[in-house]
């Protein structure tokens, strides 16, 4: 065999293997190169955050007046509201529209909590959010605590609430969004009103296959 024809069967071969390369290269991106981009989910009127962000740290106390920390918000996905019990109209609509979600779930997705945390802690103890979270479902909690850390709590779910009194009855104006926590404990995606049981499900649905597949790279 000759010198020229054995540098061309060389060069043959070379190519050959780098189109194999390529092409392996190519399918390996495709199929698990990185995190796939979040949804839009703005047809329900829900951002998802590409890098969640942290919540605030805080130790407020729940509804069985025990002592309740970030950390205790790890391992499950937690629907949370900034609202208070003695809303005459906000928080009743609110919270209605997230038990008729719970109630819509599909058994295939995991079993979300429900928070209420409250803006209004000198009137909202313990005993009255159990009362009135358990009127929603077992799902259904409730923080209280300190003024300031629940003012944190809010600000780190981009939520606020403003106390006014009139003619001698406090009022809480606070904000109507609800925020989806991850398993991690961390803000994965704000959804605004007005607020439909079955929007509700279709984003949360979708945002939990994202980052089911985003972790798992299946």
């Known amino acids: 065999m000759g010198r020229s024809i054995r540098i061309t069967l060389?060069?043959?071969?070379?190519?050959?293997?780098?189109?194999f390369g390529l092409t392996v290269g190519r399918q390996v991106f495709l199929v698990g190169g990185g995190p796939s981009p979040a949804p839009d989910l703005s047809q329900y009127n829900t951002y998802v955050y590409e890098q969640p962000r942290p919540l605030a740290d805080f130790?407020?106390?729940n509804e069985e007046g025990?002592?309740?920390?970030?950390?205790?918000l790890r391992g499950r996905w937690t629907f949370v509201f900034v609202g208070y019990t003695n809303c005459p109209d906000i928080c009743p609509a609110a919270m209605a529209n997230l038990?008729?979600?719970?109630?819509?779930?599909?058994?295939?997705?995991?079993?979300?909590?429900?928070?209420?945390?409250?803006?209004?802690?000198?009137h909202d103890t313990p005993e009255k959010l159990k009362a009135y979270t358990g009127f929603f479902g077992e799902h259904f909690h409730g923080l209280t605590g300190e003024l300031a850390t629940l003012r944190e709590v809010a600000k780190s779910v981009s939520a606020v609430f403003v106390h006014r009194e009139v003619?001698?009855?406090?009022?809480?104006?606070?904000?109507?969004?609800?925020a989806l926590l991850n398993p991690e404990?961390?803000?994965q995606a704000l959804i605004q009103p007005p607020h439909q049981p079955e929007k509700l499900v279709e984003a949360f649905e979708q945002i939990y296959q994202w980052a089911r597949?985003?972790?798992t790279g299946s």
């Open 185 to 187: 404990g961390e803000l």
């Open 167 to 178: 003619n001698g009855e406090l009022l809480v104006d606070h904000s109507g969004h609800f």
């Open 59 to 61: 130790s407020l106390t």
């Open 10 to 19: 060389f060069v043959l071969l070379l190519l050959v293997v780098l189109v």
């Open 66 to 72: 025990q002592t309740v920390t970030r950390e205790d």
């Open 213 to 215: 597949a985003n972790r």
């Open 99 to 122: 038990r008729r979600t719970d109630q819509l779930l599909a058994p295939e997705l995991p079993q979300p909590d429900y928070l209420l945390v409250t803006a209004d802690p000198e």
